[in-house]
């Protein structure tokens, strides 16, 4: 079992900067893929970021693309979702997730945080 807790969401301007943070706990976080998802409100959960294990491997939805970077620590079990230039239509609930790469990038996964409020004012 795989613990995952957000943080770092909050109310920004347009084209301000957020940094989301993704702490893993119990079972060991060796070899798991992240991943980011958003859900806005009355949208379905979407695909935001992925990132392998050893950080080789990322992959963006083309609505981030250039604008957010995802990233991990493993000896400190956290990966992180930097956003930049964000646009009110990024305002959504954020979570992170772990799995197999081929899961997360297909929308899935065994592990899900909470999840951490994000709001962008135009």
């Known amino acids: 079992q795989v613990q995952l807790v957000e943080s770092g969401g909050g109310l920004v301007q347009a084209g301000g900067s957020l940094r989301l943070s993704c702490a893993a706990s119990?079972?060991?976080?060796?070899?798991?893929?992240m991943g980011w998802f958003r859900q806005a409100p009355g949208k379905e959960r979407e695909f935001v970021a992925a990132?392998?294990?050893?950080?080789?491997?990322?992959r963006y939805s083309n609505s981030v693309k250039g604008r957010f970077t995802i990233s991990r620590d493993n000896a400190k079990n956290t990966v992180y979702l930097q956003m930049n230039s964000l646009k009110p239509e990024d305002t959504a609930v954020y979570y992170c997730?772990?799995?197999?790469?081929?899961?997360?990038?297909?929308?899935?996964?065994?592990?899900w945080g909470q999840g951490t409020q994000v709001t962008v004012s135009s």
């Open positions: 997730a772990a799995d197999r790469w081929g899961r997360i990038v297909g929308g899935a996964a065994d592990y």
């Open positions: 119990g079972r060991t976080f060796s070899g798991y893929t």
């Open positions: 990132i392998s294990w050893g950080g080789g491997n990322t």
